[in-house]
Nanobody, 126 residues
Framework: QVQLVESGGGLVPAGGSLRLSCVGS????????VGWFRQAPGKDREWVAT???????YYADSVKGRFTISRENAGNTVYLQINNLKPEDTAIYYC????????????????????WGQGTQVTVSS
């Protein structure tokens, strides 16, 4: 069982930056694949990025170049650095974890992840 807690969201002006954190419980968290998803009001949940246990990262095309996912295994933490924020980035951001390294296309699917955090709100003002 893994518990995930996100933090770092907030209200920022367009062009600003945020670093979201996802802290996982348990000594085996370093062996989990961790993804970030987001959901804007009235929209479907959208995959953003995933990092595997060897820190290989995958990104949605819509965020490449602005988002960076990383992990710090000593602290059981996965980060999502978001730069040059845009109003369309406004959403609740969730981290999710799975012990299975699926193929890159499958990692984009929310139903591949077994554990979810409660989410952190990111609001970007124009």
């Amino acid at each position: 069982q893994v518990q995930l807690v996100e933090s770092g969201g907030g209200l920022v002006p367009a062009g600003g930056s945020l670093r979201l954190s996802c802290v996982g419980s348990g000594r085996t968290f370093r062996n989990y694949v961790v993804g970030w998803f987001r959901q804007a009001p009235g929209k479907d949940r959208e995959w953003v990025a995933t990092i595997d246990w060897s820190s290989i990262a995958y990104y949605a095309d819509s965020v490449k170049g602005r988002f960076t996912i990383s992990r710090e295994n000593a602290g059981n933490t996965v980060y999502l650095q978001i730069n040059n924020l845009k109003p369309e980035d406004t959403a609740i951001y969730y981290c999710a974890a799975t012990p299975i390294k699926y193929g890159s296309s499958s990692l984009r699917s929310w139903d591949r992840y077994d554990y979810w955090g409660q989410g952190t709100q990111v609001t970007v003002s124009s």
